[in-house]
């Protein structure tokens, strides 16, 4: 895996994570002997979060308002210092 992912480990590192990858693979070898046939499939656990609510504008664009404190402006658009040259 090492080699996968490009990264250069030292033996001891290796040896570090052969074991941990050894414990993560027996554990889901003792959760594969559970019997979950009764269980419905699930696609998340607890509340569902935040209700959808439906997509509806509110604040309709109002180009003269925007520009009405804009220390400059030209043809309906903010106008700034030209920074390239």
């Given at each position: 895996?090492?080699?996968?992912?490009?990264?250069?480990?030292?033996?001891?590192?290796?040896?570090?994570?052969?074991?941990?990858?050894?414990?993560?693979?027996?554990?889901?070898?003792?959760?594969?002997?559970?019997?979950?046939?009764?269980?419905?499939?699930?696609?998340?656990?607890?509340?569902?979060?935040?209700?959808?609510?439906?997509?509806?504008v509110t604040n309709r664009p109002d180009p003269e308002g925007m520009l009405a404190n804009a220390p400059a402006s030209e043809r309906g658009y903010f106008k700034v210092?030209?920074?390239?040259?």
């Amino acid at each position: 895996m090492a080699l996968l992912a490009r990264l250069s480990l030292a033996p001891d590192e290796e040896e570090r994570i052969r074991a941990n990858m050894d414990e993560i693979l027996a554990y889901i070898d003792k959760l594969n002997e559970l019997d979950t046939r009764e269980v419905e499939p699930t696609a998340q656990v607890g509340d569902p979060g935040m209700p959808m609510r439906d997509d509806v504008v509110t604040n309709r664009p109002d180009p003269e308002g925007m520009l009405a404190n804009a220390p400059a402006s030209e043809r309906g658009y903010f106008k700034v210092p030209k920074i390239i040259e």
